[in-house]
Nanobody, 115 residues
């Protein structure tokens, strides 16, 4: 069973920064892409960012220019650097991994941005 362990969430004021980490319990050989989604209170889960095995990245329009997704050299840990945070960025952030064997999700980590 693949595990994705998230860390780095918390509370911050608007304009501040947070960095999320997601460590996968498998080798990068098994990982096609890693990414992040989020779910705000009372809203559906939405995709935030993806990083591919090649290193290429994609971002949701709402976070482009403020968030940066990256990964470690081993390719099995993903990071989400979140700058210029806004109250509307508040929610539970979920790490995802598109594996050779299927899709894995982390348990989620809370990010709260106060105005």
């Amino acid at each position: 069973q693949v595990q994705l362990v998230e860390s780095g969430g918390g509370s911050v004021q608007a304009g501040g920064s947070l960095r999320l980490s997601c460590a996968a319990s498998v080798s990068s050989i098994s990982i096609n892409t890693m990414g992040w989604s989020r779910q705000a209170p009372g809203k559906q889960r939405e995709w935030v960012a993806t990083i591919r095995r090649s290193g290429s990245t994609d971002y949701a329009q709402s976070v482009r220019g403020r968030f940066t997704i990256a990964r470690n050299n081993a390719g099995n840990t993903a990071y989400l650097q979140m700058d210029s945070l806004k109250p509307e960025d508040t929610g539970v952030y979920y790490c995802t991994a598109n594996l050779i064997s299927g899709i894995a999700w982390g348990q989620g980590i809370q990010v709260t941005v106060s105005s």
